[in-house]
Nanobody
Framework: QVQLVESGGGLVQAGGSLRLSCAAS????????????MGWFRQAPGKEREFVAA????????YYADSVKGRFTISRDTGKNAVYLQMNSLKPEDTAVYYC????????????????WGQGTQVTISS
């Protein structure tokens, strides 16, 4: 079982930046050949959880929600078993709890295709 722990959330003004980190403990991703995708979802108050970004196992392929494309960048460090989300040009509508996830269906944006979830980190953007 892989445990995921997010960090890096906080309060910033609109237009600012944050970098979220996700550290995986337990066995490394390489021990789970079926894990193909690492990524981020978010959930704002009163809204459903939504896909943000994901990256493939090698770290060379990624995809994004249209709402964050061009502003957010996902990356991973295979040596550190970690995934990152660099968020620039933040907007008040980016306010949400951000969750790190891992799954087995690269290309999916569905909550049900991601098997393991972190506890989440709060991101708040003030206007």
């Amino acid at each position: 079982q892989v445990q995921l722990v997010e960090s890096g959330g906080g309060l910033v003004q609109a237009g600012g930046s944050l970098r979220l980190s996700c550290a995986a403990s337990g066995r490394t991703f390489s021990s789970y050949p079926s894990i193909t995708t690492m990524g981020w979802f978010r959930q704002a108050p009163g809204k459903e959880r939504e896909f943000v970004a994901a990256i493939n196992r090698s770290g060379f392929m990624m995809y994004y929600a249209d709402s964050v494309k061009g502003r957010f960048t996902i990356s991973r460090d295979t040596g550190k078993n970690a995934v990152y989300l660099q968020m620039n040009s933040l907007k008040p509508e980016d306010t949400a709890v951000y969750y790190c996830v891992i799954g087995r269906a690269y290309g999916s944006r569905r909550v049900t295709d991601f098997d393991s979830w972190g506890q989440g980190t709060q991101v708040t953007i003030s206007s």
